[in-house]
């Protein structure tokens, strides 16, 4: 099976895309009679019948004006759409020329192919690093003539404080809430696979990627016999222990799991290939500090804006939070805490958009504490030079009508940021009218009464949410059509 680093991505996706597939007939929209844009905007809301908190606005960002509003000034998680405040912040402290950085560092003299001491595998905080990329460097290493090392095999994560898990709160074997380091690999997650045999599972852990699937010991599963829950973790040493329940398991298939010790994840997977190029390392031991060494090889990522694109195309947490946590380190001169980097991302937001109030307590916007109102998030997109800068690494967001089917929607266009959680829904962004005006928007929506009963039962995806967040993605759409079609 070849996986492509696209197909990672798309994987790790926590948001749910307002677009259809390309492949579907377009349909025109039928123009109806023009209604005052404040009367149409509030007969949409009130036909939406949605439950909980509902946040509008439309603004110019020519003049600053806001045209359209509803319950401007609430204050709603912003789900992903963190992402695209993330995405400024990190461009406009780290520059566009940044890429994170992996070295493989050489402590001790390197004579005749024998490395006489320590050999340093040292993460930049890549988030976007995977399988193939060590093995690349790997053969780096080869190729210069590395046959032996006569010391340990250290491994280096600073770059980036540990966290554990991004949110606490939610289900322990979502992949798209995995550890975060300074050492990361396929986005911290390992391929589950299984297989029915008789009465009986054959079962892989790998950390696969385009070309390879190396098998791993870092993470171990179990079958067992119950209903629920479907997963159960527990650490045993540097181990990820994972129980599945049979009866959740079908004849065969996969999915990603979250990896909690990212830097010994990657270190198992960068030894099995150097073994398999007659090098053989120790057991690999984590350092605090980094010493002086010489590089033997490096795999530098993407150029800042094509990972941020990536990043709000595919919606990849572990990518927010690293870039947000590099942004505020190099904005600090040194490494600091998810909470109060992300304290740290609420001011400067404030202060690139002076009056606003944000409150954000991650870079992705996993965690549903953040909070933001649509009117705040509309004076952040009209702030100077903010849609130059934004719209170009936002996505595309289709017009489709209620069978999902493309509208032909003229010149009206929409580029976004959306935003998914159980029973949250944030869509964020800029729309060109059919009449060529461009224009800046937020849509929130959250029903917090419901998500907390639904984070109570502990379930990936609680009873309703599937039907609302589908109800507030039409909403979006309605609310859209009417601006980009037929108000402006």
């Not at 597939?21 to 109806?32: G, T």
């Not at 892989?204 to 209903?227: G, L, W």
């Not at 947490?317 to 109060?340: K, Y």
Request: proline content about 6%; cysteine-free.
């Amino acid at each position: 099976m070849r996986l492509t680093r696209r197909q990672m991505l798309a994987g790790t996706i926590a948001s749910v895309a307002t677009g259809a597939h390309a492949d579907v007939p377009l349909r025109s929209y039928r123009p109806v009679a023009r209604t005052a844009p404040r009367d149409a905007l509030e007969g949409i809301i009130a036909r939406a019948g949605l439950a909980g908190q509902i946040g509008v606005v439309l603004g110019d960002p020519a003049t600053g004006a806001v045209l359209e509003s509803y319950n401007a000034s609430a204050s709603l998680p912003p789900a992903s759409v963190t992402k695209a405040v993330t995405a400024l912040y990190a461009l406009e402290t780290l520059g566009a020329d940044h890429r994170f950085t992996t070295r493989v560092l050489a402590q001790g003299a390197l004579r005749d192919g024998i490395l006489d001491g320590n050999l340093i595998l040292a993460g930049g905080g890549d988030p976007n690093l995977v399988t193939d990329d060590l093995a690349r460097l790997v053969d780096a290493l080869h190729a210069a003539g590395l046959r032996e090392v006569t010391g340990a095999f250290l491994i280096w994560d600073g770059a980036l404080p540990h966290l554990d898990q991004i949110d606490p709160t939610q289900p322990a074997h979502v992949g798209y809430n995995p550890a975060l380091g300074g050492l990361n690999l396929n986005f911290n997650r390992v391929h589950f696979e299984w297989r029915q045999e008789g009465q009986s599972f054959i079962t892989a852990m790998d950390a696969r990627s385009e070309n390879y699937r190396p098998p791993v010991t870092i993470a171990r599963m179990q079958i067992v016999d119950r209903d629920l829950p479907i997963f159960t973790h527990a650490r045993d040493g540097d181990v990820d222990d994972w129980t599945v329940a049979r009866s959740a398991l079908n004849a065969e298939g996969s999915r990603w799991l979250p990896v909690r010790a990212p830097s010994l994840y990657a270190a198992e997977v960068f030894a099995t290939f150097a073994r398999s190029r007659g090098i053989v390392l120790g057991a690999p031991r984590v350092i605090a500090d980094l010493p002086q060494a010489a590089e033997l090889a490096r795999h530098d990522g993407q150029q800042l804006p094509e990972l941020l694109t990536d990043m709000l195309r595919y919606s990849t947490n572990i990518t927010a939070e690293a870039v947000g946590l590099t942004a505020s380190a190099a904005i600090a001169g040194q490494p600091r805490g998810l909470h109060t980097s992300a304290l740290a991302m609420s001011r400067w937001t404030a202060a690139r958009a002076p009056g606003i109030a944000p409150q954000f307590e991650d870079h992705s916007g996993l965690g549903d504490g953040s909070q933001i109102s649509a009117s705040d998030m509309v004076r952040f997109l009209q702030a100077p030079d903010v849609m130059a800068r934004l719209r170009p690494v936002m996505r595309d967001i289709r017009l489709v009508d209620t069978n999902q089917n493309p509208i032909n929607a003229g010149q009206a266009t929409v580029r976004a940021k959306t935003g998914t959680l159980n029973f949250v829904s944030a869509l964020a962004g800029y729309v060109r009218t059919a009449r060529g005006r461009d224009l800046s928007f937020a849509i929130f929506a959250a029903d917090l009464d419901a998500r907390d009963r639904g984070k109570a039962l502990g379930e990936e995806i609680p009873p309703g949410a599937r039907t609302w967040n589908t109800r507030s993605r039409r909403l979006q759409q309605d609310i859209l059509q009417q601006w980009g079609l037929r108000a402006y």
